[in-house]
Nanobody, 127 residues
Framework: QLQLVESGGGLVQPGGSLRLSCSAS????????IGWFRQAPGKEREGVSCISRSRYTEYTLDSLKGRFTMSRDAENTVSLEMINLRPEDTAVYYC?????????????????????WGQGTHVSVSS
């Protein structure tokens, strides 16, 4: 199973941008569905953007479309580009992978128990 490490979080003013990265060790992302998730203080975790293992389907939370974009930068790195950040985007952001074949939306709305998670990177949007 892959080991995942997120990076790129920090403090940013409203309207600013951040690029988060998720790096894998112990293998590459090729045989995994991949997702970005976030958990704000006092709230449940939610799926931000996911891509299926087959790469045929992609999903981004409707409220984040146009501001958040997931991309594969290399065989073992994926990123989450976030623009026009808002205070409500403050959260710990996690990447996760699973070898299961499932749609991107299924991955984002209900990651399986088999998923592996990184430790998270904190994003704080505040003036």
């Amino acid at each position: 199973q892959l080991q995942l490490v997120e990076s790129g979080g920090g403090l940013v003013q409203p309207g600013g941008s951040l690029r988060l990265s998720c790096s894998a060790s112990g293998g590459t992302f090729g045989a995994y569905a991949i997702g970005w998730f976030r958990q704000a203080p006092g709230k449940e975790r939610e799926g931000v953007s996911c891509i299926s293992r087959s790469r045929y389907t992609e999903y981004t939370l409707d409220s984040l479309k146009g501001r958040f974009t997931m991309s594969r930068d290399a065989e073992n790195t994926v990123s989450l580009e976030m623009i026009n950040l808002r205070p409500e985007d403050t959260a710990v952001y996690y990447c996760a992978v699973t070898p299961q074949f499932m749609s991107a939306q299924a991955m984002c709305t209900g990651p399986p128990a088999s998923a592996s998670w990184g430790q998270g990177t904190h994003v704080s949007v505040s003036s």
